[in-house]
């Protein structure tokens, strides 16, 4: 079990480009989170999807910004015409089917973004 | 809203010293709450969660309602404690999935 695999680990986009961050979650896990972390501040959620579902991206920026988790492959962070401000490290984790309470989030090792 | 606040940035102990990582919350609900762990040049990681009442590589945290805190305890910290901290906060069944409200983290240094 390779956990959850994040590429590429490291992404440099000029200003206008699109950037698209891929996670593969852990085998058969099917729930998936991702977050953001600006420099010097703590991670922040963005959006939770389950597979070909959008559940809740109610920390999804309102522009530029989207996510999809489809039936096959993995699930995409995609960021249109890049600015500064989004140079962050992406952050994805997923969990098992979700019983009655929390399951555990498990994290890939990150996609850092880098705008130029 | 929801809300974790670790007030230290930076904490450094002596190897053998008692340590607390503080972490305080605000959450209307009933949360739950974890405290999650990056070492050097590895991904984050669960290290213990208020439900489970357990002690993991001698941490121990206790979920203080009244006071709205939850600090991570060792009576003894040992240099391979060295790493970031971070206090999270889900609102369970109250909101969707399992998203986490993350503290800005505690960088823990062990001296030796």
């Known amino acids: 079990n390779a956990g959850v695999m994040q590429n590429p680990r490291h992404l440099v986009r000029r200003r206008g480009q699109e950037a698209r961050l891929r996670c593969s979650p852990v085998?058969?896990?099917?729930?998936v989170y991702w977050y953001r972390q600006l420099p010097e501040e703590g991670l922040k959620f963005m959006v939770y999807l389950q597979k070909e579902n959008i559940i809740d991206e109610s920390g999804m920026p309102k522009e530029r910004f989207s996510a999809e988790f489809p039936k096959e492959g993995p699930s995409i962070l995609r960021i249109q015409q890049v600015v500064r401000g989004d140079s962050a490290a992406y952050f994805c984790a997923s969990s098992p089917s979700l019983l009655a309470g929390y399951n555990e989030q498990f994290f890939g090792p990150g996609t850092r973004l880098t705008v130029l | 809203a929801q809300r974790v606040t670790q007030p230290e940035k930076l904490l450094s102990v002596f190897k053998g010293a008692p340590v607390e990582l503080k972490c305080n919350y605000s959450?209307?609900?009933?949360?739950?709450l974890f405290w999650y762990v990056q070492y050097s040049r590895q991904r984050l990681q669960l290290l213990l969660r208020h439900i489970s009442r357990e002690s993991i590589k001698g941490f121990t945290a206790d979920l203080n309602k009244g006071e709205t805190s939850f600090h991570l305890k060792k009576p003894f910290a040992q240099e391979e404690d060295s790493a970031m901290y971070y206090c999270?906060?889900?609102?369970?069944?109250?909101?969707?999935?399992?998203?986490?409200?993350f503290g800005e983290g505690t960088q823990l240094t062990v001296n030796p």
């Open positions: 959450y209307s609900g009933s949360p739950e």
């Open positions: 085998k058969g896990h099917s729930h």
């Open positions: 999270a906060l889900s609102g369970g069944r109250e909101t969707s999935g399992s998203r986490l409200t």
